[in-house]
């Protein structure tokens, strides 16, 4: 029982390594927006690609769900809120296993 629940340690890491990922992908796309970094520079730029790559089949759902808001993509934070719900749900089963 107790490697299950070792198991579910491990996959809550993963997601919370997940949700970091998602935040810098934010931070870097805000970084962009105002200028402030440049994609003309080839780090940047395959950075900011293979991000948008690895995150978009997660994110494309979302966002086809979500109204149009102008240019403000809350889809990041509907994802980061699922996958806290979902470690929450995750370490609570785990308690369960141990107890």
Request: zero cysteines; glycine letters at 6%; hydrophobic letters at 60%.
């Amino acid at each position: 029982m107790h490697t299950v629940a070792e198991l579910i340690g491990f996959l809550v890491y993963v997601l919370q390594l997940f949700i970091y990922v998602i935040v810098i992908q934010a931070i870097l796309s805000w970084l962009v927006a105002f200028n402030v970094v440049n994609t003309q520079n080839r780090f940047v730029w395959s950075v900011l690609n293979g991000l948008e790559r690895f995150l978009n089949p997660f994110l494309r759902p979302i966002r086809n769900l979500l109204p149009d808001m102008g240019g403000i993509d809350l889809s990041p934070l509907v994802l980061v809120l699922g996958i806290i719900l979902t470690q929450s749900l995750l370490q609570g089963l785990a308690m369960d296993l141990i107890a």
